[in-house]
């Protein structure tokens, strides 16, 4: 009974920090995007289409892999011959 206790009083603190540091993580990314789309100003870069999609690909791929984290958290592959 102690277990389940201790484990009900460590979860506001578990919540509490995740949401301390996914608030802070999420800002930091979403300064970091600000800054390359600064990159789009054609007066002072030259880029391509193709260089765009790449770029672009890139972080929709880590986008999709963080979240896929959350929904699908990583399963133990066990391997027996």
Not at 8 to 16: C, H, T
Not at 28 to 47: D, P, T, W
């Amino acid at each position: 009974m102690s277990y389940n206790k201790e484990a009900k009083e460590k979860m506001p603190e578990k919540r509490e920090r995740f949401k301390r540091l996914a608030t802070y993580r999420t800002n930091e990314v979403l300064k970091r995007l600000q800054v390359l789309a600064n990159c789009a100003n054609r007066s002072a870069y030259s880029y391509s289409e193709e260089e765009i999609t790449k770029i672009f690909s890139t972080v929709d791929k880590a986008v999709r892999d963080a979240k896929a984290k959350f929904h699908y958290p990583k399963e133990k592959i066990s391997f027996k011959l």
